[in-house]
T-cell receptor, first 111, second 111 residues
Framework: QKEVEQNSGPLSVPEGAIASLNCTYS??????FFWYRQYSGKSPELIMF????GDKEDGRFTAQLNKASQYVSLLIRDSQPSDSATYLC???????????FGTGTKLQVIP | EADIYQTPRYLVIGTGKKITLECSQT?????MYWYQQDPGMELHLIHY???????EKGDLSSESTVSRIRTEHFPLTLESARPSHTSQYLC??????????FGPGTRLTVT
């Protein structure tokens, strides 16, 4: 079992819809959770981070964390074609432990 | 905006040459990382550092070496480049517990 698992996709949603991206992790001691967006040929760019159970909203993006179920999700409201990218989930155990990245989910927003 | 720089951005070099990929950050981050990523594939951690004179190997076996003599500088060296080293190399940095910021990457081609 991988430490951080994501469905590789592609996930296709129509423009204006809500895109829901999911990620599960295996280490119950994980403390920090991140979502990165990576356009083809570019570097990953941080879009959200969350440390506590519940929801965290930033513009059209909402990160949701459920530590009991060991999953973290990213919702993108009013999806735009410019949101088409690969979304990477990353999980850290804090302190001097490294952050583990998932393999990423490819999102396609259809105009 | 993150201030992390990588040079060169693109490098085409012949087999057997020694190369050094440069990475510098001006944010005073203690933690720095090198990742390898082939097009459309997942990120693989190859080296990381928690501070000056600290370096560790990552999850992916690599023939490269790194050094951390100054906080802001984390160069990666390949003593003898091979075609199998052709890939994109991404440098990142972070504070303890904080999110990683990525540089623009170096696209290496070994002929």
């Amino acid at each position: 079992q991988k430490e951080v698992e994501q469905n590789s996709g592609p996930l296709s949603v129509p423009e204006g819809a809500i895109a829901s991206l999911n990620c599960t992790y295996s280490d119950r001691g994980s403390q920090s959770f991140f979502w990165y967006r990576q356009y083809s040929g570019k570097s990953p760019e941080l879009i959200m981070f969350i440390y506590s159970n519940g929801d965290k909203e930033d513009g059209r993006f909402t990160a949701q964390l459920n530590k009991a179920s060991q999953y973290v999700s990213l919702l993108i409201r009013d999806s735009q074609p410019s949101d088409s990218a690969t979304y990477l989930c990353a999980v850290g155990t804090g302190g001097y432990q490294k952050v583990t990245f998932g393999t990423g989910t490819k999102l396609q927003v259809i105009p | 905006e993150a201030d992390i720089y990588q040079t060169p951005r693109y490098l085409v070099i012949g087999t057997g040459k020694k190369i050094t990929l440069e990475c510098s950050q001006t944010m005073g981050h203690d933690k720095m990382y090198w990742y390898q990523q082939d097009p459309g594939m997942e990120l693989h951690l190859i080296h990381y550092s928690y501070g000056v004179n600290s370096t560790e190997k990552g999850d992916l076996s690599s023939e490269s070496t790194v050094s951390r003599i100054r906080t802001e500088h984390f160069p990666l060296t390949l003593e003898s480049a091979r075609p199998s080293h052709t890939s994109q190399y991404l440098c990142a940095s972070s504070r303890i517990l904080d999110e990683q910021y990525f540089g623009p990457g170096t696209r290496l081609t070994v002929t």
